[in-house]
T-cell receptor
Framework: AQTVTQSQPEMSVQEAETVTLSCTYDTSESDYYLFWYKQPPSRQMILVIRQEAYKQQNATENRFSVNFQKAAKSFSLKISDSQLGDAAMYFCAYSRIQGGKLIFGQGTELSVKP | GAVVSQHPSRVICKSGTSVKIECRSLDFQATTMFWYRQFPKKSLMLMATSNEGSKATYEQGVEKDKFLINHASLTLSTLTVTSAHPEDSSFYIC???????????FGDGTRLSIL
């Protein structure tokens, strides 16, 4: 069975600084998707970034980028130039390519200090 | 694009009441919809996968008769919590996707409180 682990329950970053959130996963599949979702206090789930496992190039979306290490089964999220609006719960998630239901990690609560 | 609407956003009702939550994909046809439950400060737990025109697939430990799911059209899925009790109080979130290799888009969630 696939599992996703986020070992950092809470993280804190100074505004304008960079922070990295960790995620590891376990799967026997060779191809799959990995995601980072943001859940602000409003509790809306917002897709931050998606990575396809067969692509070696790390996905980026503006200030958000990932470090995808397939052999190590690691998928960390880097947030550059942190803003107050980045404060939220961040969930790492995995899904299979076909018919893939999302398997979520435990979440990391990120706070941004002004 | 890819907007998912969930209604109602908040429900407070008495124990024993049945509550229906709707999930609609507004600008796309969703072949598959998912229902999640989330406790405070916890992760999302998948309850069931709903495919249009067929029976929902429930995750292990989720009571089918308690949480009735209907996916009657490509834009609407409903979750009915039957004879709700205080332990059913939670945050319920739906998601929808166009195809099997497409990302899921989430509704805004429903906060259910059973008194």
């Amino acid at each position: 069975a696939q599992t996703v682990t986020q070992s950092q329950p809470e993280m804190s970053v100074q505004e304008a600084e960079t922070v990295t959130l960790s995620c590891t996963y376990d799967t026997s599949e060779s191809d799959y998707y990995l995601f980072w979702y943001k859940q602000p206090p409003s509790r809306q789930m917002i897709l931050v970034i998606r990575q396809e496992a067969y692509k070696q190039q790390n996905a980026t979306e503006n200030r958000f980028s990932v470090n995808f290490q397939k052999a190590a089964k690691s998928f960390s999220l880097k947030i550059s130039d942190s803003q107050l609006g980045d404060a939220a719960m961040y969930f790492c998630a995995y899904s299979r390519i076909q018919g893939g239901k999302l398997i979520f990690g435990q979440g990391t609560e990120l706070s941004v200090k002004p | 694009g890819a907007v998912v609407s969930q209604h109602p956003s908040r429900v407070i009702c008495k124990s024993g009441t049945s509550v229906k939550i709707e999930c609609r994909s507004l600008d796309f046809q969703a072949t598959t919809m998912f229902w999640y439950r989330q406790f405070p400060k916890k992760s999302l737990m998948l309850m069931a996968t709903s495919n249009e025109g067929s029976k929902a697939t429930y995750e292990q430990g989720v009571e089918k008769d308690k949480f009735l799911i209907n996916h009657a059209s490509l834009t609407l899925s409903t979750l009915t919590v039957t004879s709700a009790h205080p332990e059913d109080s939670s945050f319920y979130i739906c998601s929808a996707r166009l195809g099997s290799n497409q990302p899921q888009h989430f509704g805004d969630g429903t906060r259910l409180s059973i008194l």
